[in-house]
């Protein structure tokens, strides 16, 4: 790494240092299953950006080669990835149907799909979970409900040998119109479907913010 000390100029060090609750939520994600209730995307892409980084290795192997799963329908991931990683990434979502090279999908590294897809996939034998390392989850809280959500974690991932990371990215429940009562049961039913703990900042590092 280069030390920021040898360039002319001022640099903001807000530009290259993460918060510190980004830090304990990347820190949790790579030893389990989270799901992470964050309220600005950009704080939400980066912390995926590094967990997909941080993992990258799986995906490099020439044996046993992984692919990261990363079911979303916003049209900045595959920018972001596609600039700020050396990792191939395709995403499924701008090809209609019969223009998708399913048979040589394994080329790609990350493969970017919405759920509706990602389950016909895996019903079609297009997609093995076992040869996923990594599955994350964008606005989770707002697919609970949904059967292609259901059928992908309460089908496939229960049946794969070789059970890939989950990483969920969740918006604030309290403004998804979720009354106040119900907050505690949607939270759990979220954390029973995508089998994964919300994970949150401790008090400590909420003190330091």
């Known amino acids: 790494m280069i030390p920021l000390n040898i360039y002319e100029g001022n640099i903001s060090a807000i530009s290259f240092t993460p918060r510190e609750f980004q830090v304990e939520i990347l820190s949790a994600a790579k030893e389990r299953n989270i799901i992470t209730c964050l309220s600005q995307n950009p704080a939400k892409e980066f912390c995926a950006l590094k967990l997909i980084q941080e993992m990258g290795h799986e995906l490099r192997r020439k044996q046993n080669q992984k692919m990261t799963l990363f079911l ?66 964008d606005e989770c ?20 040998k070789e059970k890939p990371r989950i990483f969920g990215l969740a918006g604030p429940i309290h403004n998804a119109q979720c009354p106040p009562a119900r907050l505690g049961a949607e939270l759990e039913h979220l954390e029973w479907l995508l089998i994964a703990k919300v994970e949150t900042a401790s008090d400590i590092v909420t003190v330091l913010r």
Do not use: M
């Open 72 to 137: 979303t329908s916003s049209p900045t991931v595959f920018n972001l990835i596609f600039h700020l990683t050396d990792l191939k990434v395709i995403n499924l979502n701008d090809l209609e149907q019969d223009e998708i090279d399913w048979e040589n999908l394994s080329e790609n590294q990350i493969v970017i799909l919405e759920t509706e897809l990602c389950l016909n996939a895996l019903e079609c034998s297009y997609i093995d979970l076992n040869v996923v390392n990594l599955i994350i989850v």
């Open 141 to 160: 809280h707002r697919r609970t409900r949904k059967s292609d959500i259901v059928g992908i974690f309460l089908k496939h991932f229960k049946n794969a």
